[in-house]
């Protein structure tokens, strides 16, 4: 095998009429000889020209199970079917992947298929969808506020920097994000959270002259066990969007599931709000 990324060889050894391949078993080495030599070798002898693809759909605010019950019926057709095929991937606060796996003659045919299974998921599932292949949430976003030509300002009350720093990563030139504040927790707050959030969203899009101000904070019975209450709030000039959810987990986890609330939380007001 003439791909050797590591000390250890692999070998291909016809044996009779069928044959053994050796590779290394540390995985990114057995990898790269297996998509560079050994998987083609494989359809050669067989007489396999047809070519396998894959898609993958990205969702968040449903479980593994949820999903699947709503694609029952699909899954129940493609059974029967055998093309294209669908496998579930949960992938913690990046949520539950869909992948669509196709096998056809040629490239323009696996993508016919793959497009058509992609829409009719899209129907079943609808806004739950919201990104495909290495699509990230904050990646959607950022695209969907350029498309609308608006820009954002952040006011993290819990997540302290988590969503500046993934949608800065995205827009280091910060012309849709234009940035992002640091408000600390409601430990000695008087006011209800929906209240402290609404004014923090109203006062970080002044702060920073963007078209939308989002804010998100946990209320005071955060609970490292339990994990709390988040409060999300969306300032617009001529629009106001409030919400709470309750999130698991240690600080981090909280965190990082915040972030991809308050994410998607933006990404379906700005669905509602499109003319």
């Known amino acids: 095998i003439p791909q050797m990324p590591g000390t250890a060889p692999g070998m291909i050894c016809p044996v009779g009429n069928k044959v053994i391949y050796a590779v290394p078993g540390v995985p990114h080495e057995m990898r790269q000889m297996m998509r560079g030599t050994v998987l083609d070798d494989l359809r050669r002898r067989s007489g396999e020209t047809a070519v396998i693809r894959s898609r993958v759909l990205r969702t968040w605010g449903d479980s593994e199970s949820g999903l699947a019950e709503k694609l029952s019926d699909r899954i129940g057709e493609l059974d029967e079917i055998g093309n294209p095929t669908l496998a579930f991937q949960a992938s913690g606060i990046e949520g539950i992947k869909i992948r669509i796996t196709a096998k056809a003659a040629d490239e323009t045919a696996a993508h016919v298929i793959i497009s058509r299974e992609e829409g009719l998921l899209r129907d079943i599932l609808g806004d739950v969808v919201f990104g495909v292949d290495e699509e990230t949430m904050e990646k959607v976003v950022l695209n969907q506020l350029r498309r609308q030509r608006l820009t954002l300002a952040v006011a993290e009350g819990l997540t302290g920097g988590v969503l500046s720093a993934r949608l800065s ?106 003319p």
Not at 225 to 247: I, K, N, P, R, Y
């Open 169 to 274: 990563e995205i827009d280091p030139g910060m012309a849709t994000f234009r940035g992002g504040s640091v408000t600390g927790e409601l430990k000695d707050s008087t006011l209800p959270g929906a209240e402290i959030a609404a004014e923090t969203a109203a006062q970080v899009r002044r702060e920073f002259a963007a078209d939308i101000g989002l804010a998100v904070t946990a209320a005071q019975n955060y609970d490292e066990q339990l994990g709390g209450t988040v409060f999300l709030d969306l300032a617009m000039s001529d629009a106001h969007c409030a919400t709470t959810t309750s999130l698991p987990g240690d600080r981090a986890r909280f965190r990082n599931y915040a972030v991809i609330n308050v994410l998607n939380f933006l990404r379906k007001t700005l669905n509602e709000l499109q």
